[in-house]
């Protein structure tokens, strides 16, 4: 059977190039088209629907003589809005180098990133200047405000105010919302009347400013379902309690293994065991030991549709949004201490120089002896008189032993140029109200370590054994940087005291860097600036290494619960080990592998998202309490309208040009600094600063500050005054021979 999807996609792609390619100078209707193309007649009706799609997706389109053109050869650019809050904005696109200022009259109901047709209408010193021609695609079908009824229906204002626009809701659609409601619309449909979207209320969050109503309000606009579908909950009702019953014929028996959980002290989600075992050999054998979730999740039943569409816990702030319902990510899916639990093992042999010289993949059951936590297994590591000794003590010489193999896989990776951030991630304490009292630093130590050394040895030996049997897979992929960002890095690095070498963007010269910034000042800003300049990691099916880590194979295998990806990766694992061939794992698990791995990627970043979104909504309410206080400040960015700083407490702000009145200070952006015109001040990347807290909108998770000594407030001039500056600028105008003319706008197109 024809995969129709598969052949319009094929299609779209080969007359896309073809029409705009270096050779297409001859603008062609589609009949010239069509035959110059040499299309099957009974493919011509396919061929029509083709060019439509393309026209409507804004990748070719037709002259006044309807004639096909690409859109760049016509002034045009597909791009996506960035909406200001005063109206209009910019669209940036792929094909055009910088971006296109649009003014509120010319953005024809357009909102913040909606998919767009522009065209460019003029240009002077500023930049360029276009008008939106058509709306290809709509970036948000809902959005989260703040309901006011009037006597017919009423409207909401957005809480994110790149949606400037009041959006009015009619008396039969406001859902029951009263006066002050934070709710959730959906919109549906664009109005003639200046292009005013209309739109109803789906879901009413609760009261403005109630407790949990902000993370609900964070939720709504990622698309974040706390509750799962009914069917989905009946199908985790029906999981069983315990693994009494299940067949052991095919799984090996791990129960005699001494093996633990290494956890945060809230985790109730517990995916991954280890056990190590020194031989007599001298060599260490690691046994990563990780929930079967696959067992539970079927391929193709509801559970497993469900977590493909959410694709990843959720760890909010306040809150986890779980991936799998609590019977399964918290019932007999959790490697709960003292129960019998089903699982997937990954057990290395691994030398005294980290190589893994053997191993084994296998299916099991293990019961974990000790339920561990990052804080105490460090403290008994590090701390000789520990509170904890005599809890941990009968499990103190595997730690030890883990703790030494800890040290020996780092090392290995260092050498061979993978990359140790040290970022400052923090924490944000809410009290019983949910209000934030205290940012504290995320600490990494012996024990995360130690965790995150053994799920990368895992990770990367189960990759390289798949990868050699060719079956279908969903690897973590993340290429080298791009070339315009690397140099971005290292300028910033050279302006800031440090070489980043002459040659290539080996992750290797990257790591020799973060070593130079290590115990410096600046060394949380260089490992910023580092990871700013790196591509995201992606899931993928094909095989392409992990820039960061180094590795040439790399997959996630230990954490199903909380990732669809790994769920895939067992689901094939578990096919393999019943004796599947490639080719039949290719029939049940290599469909739609590609749009899988896509939804994941997608599904990650909007959970990161969401995630970063709460923490900085608490940060910025935190922070509202010390509006007028002083704090000492790294300059993180440089931009054309004013300067990023970042607090020891990693809370980050803003100080605009506009506020430091000592001066008119312009953007160097090459020099990655501000100089003052007139007392050649100069404010730069990495520089100390001290200032103020001005204002703090929680609404768009936003901090000004102002810096001291530069935030002069002047009293109002006289009269007086005013006139002598008007009568010495007449002046200045006239010596000059210079007279006030109209702005001219260069005409395109």
Not at 182 to 202: D, F, H, Q, S, W
Not at 298 to 307: I, N, Q, R, T, Y
């Amino acid at each position: 059977m024809k995969d129709y999807g598969d052949i319009i996609k094929t299609q779209k792609e080969k007359i896309r190039s073809f029409v705009t390619g270096s050779g297409y100078t001859a603008f062609l209707t589609e009949n010239e088209l069509m035959g110059l193309m040499e299309v099957p007649k009974e493919d011509e009706e396919l061929f029509r629907y083709v060019i439509s799609e393309l026209i409507s997706d804004g990748s070719i389109m037709y002259t006044k003589k309807h004639r096909l053109a690409p859109p760049t050869k016509l002034g045009y650019f597909v791009g996506t809005l960035r909406a200001s809050e005063k109206g209009g904005g910019f669209v940036t696109c792929d094909d055009f180098d910088g971006d296109i200022y649009v003014p509120e009259r010319a953005a024809k109901g357009a909102l913040h990133t909606d998919e767009v047709l522009v065209r460019l209408i003029g240009a002077d010193r500023s930049g360029f200047e276009g008008e939106i021609t058509r709306i290809i695609k709509r970036g948000k079908s809902r959005i989260v405000g703040v309901f006011s009824k009037r006597r017919k229906g009423g409207s909401v204002t957005p809480l994110d105010r790149h949606f400037p626009q009041r959006i009015d809701i009619s008396s039969g659609n406001t859902g029951g919302a009263d006066d002050g409601d934070t709710v959730v619309i959906r919109l549906r449909g664009y109005g003639r009347k200046k292009n005013a979207p209309e739109a109803y209320v789906e879901r009413v969050l609760g009261r403005y400013g109630e407790k949990g109503v902000d993370i609900l309000s964070v939720m709504a606009e990622m698309g974040i379902d706390e509750d799962f579908p009914e069917d989905v909950k009946r199908s985790a009702a029906e999981a069983p309690v315990t693994t009494e019953g299940e067949s052991l014929a095919d799984r090996e028996d791990l129960r005699g293994l001494v093996t633990v959980t290494i956890d945060g002290e809230d985790a109730k989600d517990l995916d991954d065991a280890v056990s190590c075992v020194v031989t007599e050999n001298g060599t260490y054998e690691l046994g990563v030991h990780i929930a079967d979730v696959s067992h539970y999740v079927k391929a193709g039943s509801e559970l497993d549709k469900e977590a493909l569409r959410r694709g990843t816990s959720v760890y909010l702030v306040d809150r986890v949004i779980p991936m799998l319902p609590k019977e399964l990510s918290n019932g007999i899916c959790s490697l709960n201490c003292g129960e019998d639990r089903l699982c997937l093992s990954c057990i290395m042999e691994i030398d005294g120089s980290g190589r893994v010289i053997s191993h084994r993949i296998t299916k099991g059951i293990i019961n974990v002896d000790m339920r561990m936590t990052y804080t105490a297994v460090n403290s008994v590591l590090t701390d000789e008189s520990s509170a904890y000794i005599e809890e941990y003590g009968e499990f103190l010489p595997m730690l030890l032993n883990m703790d030494r193999l800890r040290v020996i896989l780092h090392e290995k990776r260092m050498k061979r140029g993978a990359l140790d951030f040290d970022t400052d991630e923090a924490a944000v304490i809410l009290d019983d109200e949910g209000r934030p009292c205290d940012i504290v630093p995320r600490q990494k130590n012996a024990a995360t370590g130690m965790i995150e050394e053994f799920m990368i040895a895992a990770n990367e030996t189960v990759a390289e054994e798949f990868f050699g049997l060719g079956v279908p897979f969903m690897y973590r992929s993340h290429e080298s940087p791009d070339e315009e960002k690397y140099a971005a890095l290292k300028k910033a690095a050279h302006r800031m005291g440090y070489d980043l070498g002459g040659g290539g963007k080996d992750s290797s010269e990257l790591g020799r860097l973060l070593g130079q910034a290590g115990g410096r000042a600046d060394e949380k800003l260089i490992n910023m600036l580092a990871l700013r300049s790196m591509k995201q990691a992606v899931y993928s099916p094909e095989c392409v290494g992990h820039y960061g880590l180094a590795s040439r194979f790399y997959c996630h295998f230990t954490s199903p619960i909380r990732r669809y990806p790994d769920l895939f990766v067992h689901r094939v694992i578990s096919g393999y080990l019943e004796g599947k061939t490639p080719n039949e794992l290719a029939e049940s698990c290599g469909a739609d592998l590609e749009k899988k791995a896509l939804l994941c990627s997608q599904n990650e970043r909007r959970a990161e998202n969401a995630e970063r979104e709460s923490v900085e909504l608490k940060k910025t309410e935190f922070m509202a309490d010390r509006i007028g206080e002083s704090f000492d400040a790294l300059i993180s960015g440089i931009a054309p309208w004013g300067i990023y700083v970042r607090l020891p407490n990693t809370v980050e702000g803003m100080v605009s040009y506009r506020t430091m009145k000592d001066d008119r200070y312009v953007c160097d952006e090459d020099c990655m600094s501000c100089i003052g015109k007139k007392t050649g001040r100069v404010y730069s990347l990495g520089d100390s600063i001290r200032v103020t807290l001005e204002k703090a909108d929680t609404d768009m998770r936003r901090l000004d500050f102002v810096v001291e000594g530069s935030h002069i407030s002047e009293k109002p001039k006289s009269r007086r005054e005013r006139a002598g500056n008007k009568r010495q600028k007449k002046t200045l105008r006239r010596t000059s021979g210079r007279t006030k003319t109209k702005k001219r706008r260069k005409r395109f197109f």
